[in-house]
Structure formats: structure tokens, C-alpha cells
């Protein structure tokens, strides 16, 4: 049966069809869908007026308790906010059978709409249930062979918020031919303006079956482009908020991007999705919380830097402040000496070290065992001292200088200092560990007098985390999303592992598109530095965002960047949507040329996305302005008046246009310092586009992609 699809100008009733059975109206179902998308409308105003309406005033006891009802009402009634132009449900599911059990001979099954939340009327009965719910899990997994009783399955079509065509699916009507789902593509299609929207609507079975995967154990997701495995990762978030609420609002949730750029792209869809409590950081922002970061290193240091060995380093480098007591410790208590021998110390300490305790932890733990070694002695003296006195004995002066003596505390970033500044000390921590040539490319050319005025690199910071972490304890949280996660080193895995060490995590990324001297070569070696060695590990094949001919070209850049891969298969044919120019002449040929195929792009409804090498930006961004064009930076939203974005290639990973234009693709594999890391950097340039990309060059394209 071919799709139903009706267009109308007329405004909704919201009286329209009421028939109490809830049975489509023959004469015009698209009017009863439209009567029920206005009475969904009307209930979840009436949800939120009903919160709106509250009044805490004699049910708290006090200002604080009075305070936290009320942010948790102000949540509540946002997330109730209806989106004018965000579709409050995009699909129907009618049943064959009662959810749950049988219905009586000749009565119909039961039927629900599906949305971005759920919405009740006001004796509490569904209108419209949310996504993540387990009865709406079949709207996404059903198939003609697997129906899951499902008789219909209803796909609606939308311009803005007017419901405006829909499309139906029998699934078990053996006479129906299977068909491709028009409004399915047409969404996946739809022309991409303002920041990334949420893929609610078009999940698709294998990323449904991650989207749901459990809160205890944590997911890799290997995807090439267009594969949806952020949108994947964003609405598992949204799953497991859902499925997971308590637990995770007491431990947390984080998602980690890669720049500030690609979270302000991604930061609407959770709260598209009513999750408004999701936290969003880089890597960067989690590890400079002690220092600034003003310097920055040659690729070969960071490298060093980033290899995991420099977490044994500074474990060497913290515990060697443990230093062999010299003196027994004497307590003096009234008239009474109480007297602890060096060598009893000592035992305390070894004991402490082969628990390989945390140095802050065990730099708390030794005064008190030097406490309980005076207390024993009391007790053995007839005297009866209770947890005070052992306490009071911890504070004593004679205590805390052993202590300071033997196991004194210690500041990460002085400890990070010493062995970037300190050739003796960091030879004598990293001795089998790192060679000389790599121990000289750590060490400042100009030592630093201070914590303050070092101009410590971002590889720095994560060093010094590690060294705090080693100190104390980092706070872990329930759960976090890691995108892009081939670009981090070691030690970068490491400091984001610590943030889930008790939670579980959701990796995401494509080994071809790692762009960092230090990315990954395998998940297996990602995931084992970030402590989750035994994550499941799922590949997305199925492109759904880039048009097959441009994924095509792009793969042929797979056996230089990333041997053995497997290409993604894009489901999406669009003839003439690839276009790659030789422009004749020199630089000034090239801008014009650039300006000129924006401008074509522009005559496209959508983004525009010029992308060129970074040295390249400031000429261009000249260029354009020249002609009269203004154009965004990355972050910034495109609006209907304003859809030219200019992208340095450094920053493209992640984001998306509906047109891109390609500046010499020369330039982008040459700004980089090696080939292969410059050919990454060109496959993710050529993977941005949506429905069209146009390739301008003036030098010879790279042998990559020409040889293939």
C-alpha cells in the first residue's frame, strides 16, 4: 500500500473527530490526527498549568526545603515548555492485541501515539507516550518479520509544528508490498538550520538497540560518517534519564566533546528530549581546574606527555616523598611519656604503601595508627582511653611532625613542576621507563619558578590531574558520554575514566577521522585505558547523513588512513550531489572560485559550510566579505538570514551542513604534521555534507585520492 500523504492549509480543530474508540476518521484521517495533535497540545498546557499552579507554601518546613521544591517546579515546568515548531509526537502504533494480555473476542487492539515525552489528560489517561517507554520500543525494532503485534504502524510528516501528511505501514498485511518510507527520508533529508536536532524521529533498529543498552555496562560505538553515532550517544543519555532517574540524578551524567564548538552544535537536543540536567564538558575543561594553560608543546612532547607510561612516572615521583623514619615519636600526655619506636613507624608505613593507598588517604591514615600505637600502650598501663583521646593523640605536635617527616603532603602541580624542570629528578622516576631521548623532550628549556608563572600545555593538565588523583580520589559520576573519543591520548582516557571509574560510559568515534599525533589505533587500547576493558563493542555501518557519492570519494582515502575498515554504506542516492572543480591560476583564481560556489550553495535551501585549511581562513574570510558575504565562525548558530558558516578544517569534526564547499584539499593534508593525520583531516572535511559538496582545488589533489 503506498503512503498516504495529504497537504492542508486549514487550521486544526481542536474539536475535530472525537469518536471515543479512538478510530480514525475514513471520511479524513488526517483531520482526526491533526484533532488529536491539538488535544495533546491543549493537555500539555493543562500539565503544565496544573505545576504552574502549585502552591509549596504549607508543605515545607523551612526556606531551604521551600527553595529546592521550587527549582525543582521551575525544572519541572520546562521541561513541560511545548515547542510551536517541534512535533509533540511523530508516529502511531495501533496493536493487535491488548499490551499485556489478551482482549476479549472481536475488540480492537490498543493504539498510541509516540513522542519526545509523555502527555496525559486530566483524568490521567496517555495522549501521547514517550519514546523511551517499553511499549514504544516496537515503533523502531517492529519489522514484517518480526511484527511484534503490531498491526499499523503510522509515520506523520510535519512543516513546523502543522501536521501536514502521514504514512502508513500494515505489518502484517502479507498483500502490502514493503516499501521505503518517503517521510522517513524526507526527515532524515530535511535542510539542517540552527544547532544539531534530535534524531527521535528516525532511529533507526541497530541504533535503537544501543540507544536502549542497560546503565551497567558501557558501550563503544565505532562509526564512519554519518552512521548518527552522536545522535546514538545523546539518546541513550535520554534512555537512561529515563529508565535510570534516581540513580542518575544522584551520581551525574556528562557528555565529552571535543571543542567548545561541537558542544554548543550539540547542546539543544537533550533538552529537545525535556533532559535539561545533562552536564557538557571537553577534556580540557575537566583537567584545568588548578593551573592555566597558556603554552603549548610540539606534537613529538605532547605525544610523550599523553603515553601512558607517565602514569607510573608520577606515581614513582609522589610516593618518593615517603621518606624511613629516623626517631620514635614521644607523646607526652599529663605527666605521663608515651614512646613509639622509628622501626614500629616504619612497619606503619610499609603497611600503608602495599595497600597502595591513595598518598592523601594514607597521609590521613598514619597519624591515627600512630595514635592507636599510644593507645594500646595506655590501655597495657591500666588506663582506659576512648576514640577522643585517640584523636587528641593524632593532633599532637609530637605526631604531626613524624607525619610531616615521613609522609608529608604534597601538591600535584609542584610535583609536575619538579619533573618538567628537574632533569635528576624526573631521570630518577622515569629510569626504564621512558628513554633519554624522550625524558629530554619533557624537560622546559626555561624551568618555571613557580606554579603560577608556568606556561603549562593542555598535556600538562592532564598530568597534573593524574598526580591529583593519585593525591585523592576524583569524584566519579553515574554515567558519561565520551564523542570523538579517538582523538585523546592515554592519559586523556585515563583522565576521563576516572570520572566513571564506579559509572559506567558511552564511547564514541571512527578510527579513520582521529586527527591527534596520539589518536587510538584500536578500541581495545582506548577502552583499557579508560578502565572499561570488558565494554561491549558495536559498529555502525548504515549512513544516513552523507549522500553515497560523496561517502565514495571519501572512502577512497580508508587503505592510506585506516587499513582494514570497513567504508560505510550510505543509504542515500543523490546524483549530482558530488562536484570536484580544478580551478586554473593562482591564490586569487582559487577565492574567487570559492566565493562563487558558496554563492551557487546559497541558491540551496540549508547551512552552507566552507571548510579550508586553517592557514587558509583569514584569505577566504576576505574573500567572502569582499563579495559582500557575511559569514558565522563555528558555534554560532545559522539562522534563516545568516547560513554561511566559515570552518577552519582543525574544527570541522562532528558538525554538519546541508552544502559544503571543500577548499583545496592540498592545503588541509599539508597543515598538519604528518601525511596520514593530514588525510584524516581531509576525510573529515569531505564527510560534512549533507546533500551536496563541491571540491575546489588549484594544486594536485592528494595521490589518495586520485590514485583510487
Known amino acids: 500500500m503506498p503512503a498516504h500523504v495529504a497537504e492542508s492549509d486549514s487550521t486544526p480543530d481542536p474539536t475535530g473527530p472525537t469518536d471515543p474508540t479512538g478510530a480514525t476518521d475514513p471520511a479524513d484521517p488526517l483531520a482526526h490526527e491533526r484533532a488529536h495533535l491539538a488535544a495533546s497540545r491543549a493537555a500539555l498546557r493543562g500539565m503544565r498549568e496544573d505545576v504552574q499552579a502549585l502552591d509549596i507554601r504549607d508543605v515545607t518546613a523551612n526556606w531551604v526545603n521551600a527553595e529546592v521544591l521550587q527549582a525543582q517546579i521551575d525544572d519541572r515546568i520546562k521541561a513541560l515548555a511545548d515547542l510551536s515548531h517541534t512535533p509533540l509526537f511523530f508516529g502511531r502504533l495501533d496493536y493487535l492485541h491488548a499490551v499485556g494480555g489478551e482482549l476479549a473476542e472481536g475488540a480492537d487492539g490498543e493504539r498510541f501515539y509516540i513522542g519526545r ?102 558501550v563503544c560505538v565505532q562509526g564512519g560518517p554519518g552512521t548518527g553515532k552522536t545522535a546514538v550517544g545523546l539518546h541513550r543519555v535520554a534512555f537512561l534519564l529515563y529508565a535510570h532517574r534516581e540513580r542518575l540524578a544522584r551520581t551525574g551524567t556528562l557528555v565529552i566533546g571535543p571543542n567548545r564548538s561541537f558542544l554548543h552544535y550539540i547542546e539543544q537536543v537533550l533538552p529537545a528530549l525535556g533532559e535539561l540536567e545533562v552536564k557538557q564538558a571537553t577534556v580540557d575543561d575537566l583537567v584545568r581546574t588548578g593551573v592555566e594553560v597558556r603554552g603549548e608543546d610540539e606534537a613529538a612532547t605532547a605525544v610523550v606527555k599523553g603515553d601512558a607510561r607517565m602514569a607510573e612516572v608520577l606515581r614513582r615521583a609522589i610516593r618518593s616523598h615517603v621518606t624511613a623514619p629516623v626517631e620514635p615519636v614521644v607523646v607526652v600526655r599529663g605527666s ?31 597519624p591515627q595508627r600512630i595514635a592507636h600505637a599510644v593507645l594500646v600502650r595506655m590501655e597495657e598501663a591500666g588506663e582506659a582511653p576512648d576514640d577522643r583521646v585517640q584523636n587528641s593523640v593524632a593532633r599532637n605536635p609530637a605526631v604531626k611532625a613524624a607525619v610531616k617527616a615521613v609522609w608529608p603532603a604534597v601538591d600535584p602541580a609542584k610535583v609536575v613542576l619538579r619533573l618538567l624542570s628537574d632533569a635528576e629528578f624526573l631521570a630518577a622516576h622515569a629510569g626504564g621507563l621512558l628513554t633519554e631521548d624522550e625524558q629530554k623532550r619533557l624537560l622546559w628549556a626555561k624551568p618555571a619558578r613557580s606554579v603560577k608563572s608556568a606556561k603549562w600545555s593542555a598535556a600538562d593538565a592532564v598530568l597534573i590531574d593524574e598526580a591529583g588523583d593519585l593525591v585523592a580520589r576524583t569524584h566519579s559520576l ?165 547560513r554561511l558558516t566559515l570552518v577552519p578544517a582543525s574544527l570541522a569534526k562532528g558538525l554538519e551542513y546541508d552544502y559544503v564547499v571543500l577548499d583545496e584539499p592540498a592545503a588541509v593534508v599539508d597543515g598538519e604534521p604528518d601525511e596520514r593525520t593530514g588525510l584524516r583531516r581531509l576525510y573529515v572535511a569531505l564527510t560534512r555534507a549533507v546533500s551536496g559538496l563541491i571540491v575546489l582545488h588549484a594544486a594536485p589533489l592528494p595521490e589518495a585520492l586520485v590514485q583510487a
Not at 606503619?348 to 591514615?365: I, N, P
Request: proline residues 6%; glycine residues 10%; contains cysteine.
Open 117 to 218: 515525552r509523555h502527555v496525559h489528560d486530566a483524568a490521567g489517561d496517555p495522549m501521547v507516550i514517550d519514546w523511551r517507554a517499553p511499549v514504544s520500543q516496537p515503533y523502531y525494532q517492529a519489522s514484517r518479520t518480526n511484527p511484534q503485534d503490531v498491526g499499523l504502524r503510522r509515520r506523520f510528516g510535519y512543516t513546523g509544528g502543522e501536521l501536514t501528511a502521514y504514512e502508513d505501514e500494515h505489518l502484517t498485511d502479507p498483500a502490502e508490498a514493503e516499501h521505503t518510507s518517503r517521510l522517513l527520508q524526507t526527515e532524515i533529508e530535511r535542510p539542517r538550520v540552527g544547532p544539531m536536532r534530535d534524531i527521535v524521529a528516525t532511529i533507526q533498529p541497530e541504533q535503537d538497540e544501543i540507544v536502549r543498552s542497560g546503565l551497567g555496562g558501557t
Open 336 to 366: 605521663r611519656r608515651w614512646r613509639v619506636p622509628a622501626y614500629e613507624i616504619q612497619e606503619m608505613v610499609d603497611e600503608l604503601l602495599a595497600r597502595d593507598m591513595r598518598y592523601g588517604a594514607a597521609h590521613e591514615a598514619l
Open 478 to 642: 553515574g554515567h558519561v558520554v565520551l564523542d570523538e573519543a579517538q582523538d585523546l591520548s592515554p592519559m586523556q582516557y585515563r583522565a576521563v575514566g576516572r570520572r566513571c571509574s564506579t559509572g559506567s560510559a558511552t564511547v564514541l568515534g571512527d578510527l579513520a577521522q582521529g586527527t591527534t599525533p596520539w589518536s587510538t589505533e584500536s578500541w581495545g587500547e582506548a577502552l583499557f585505558h579508560l578502565g572499561k576493558a570488558d565494554a561491549v563493542v558495536e559498529e555502525l555501518t548504515a549512513g544516513f547523513r552523507v549522500p553515497r557519492e560523496v561517502i565514495a570519494y571519501a572512502s577512497r582515502l580508508l587503505p592510506a588512513i585506516s587499513p582494514g575498515l570497513a567504508a560505510v554504506e550510505s543509504v542515500r542516492e543523490s546524483p549530482g550531489s558530488l562536484a570536484v572543480r580544478e580551478v586554473p591560476g593562482g591564490t586569487d583564481e582559487l577565492d574567487a572560485a570559492v566565493v562563487a560556489a558558496c554563492e551557487e550553495s546559497l541558491r540551496h535551501e540549508g547551512s552552507i559550510g566552507l571548510i579550508a585549511a586553517d592557514a587558509r581562513i583569514p584569505a577566504l574570510g576576505a574573500a567572502l566579505e569582499a563579495a559582500g558575504h557575511a559569514y558565522l565562525s563555528p558555534g554560532e548558530e545559522t539562522t534563516a538570514a545568516s
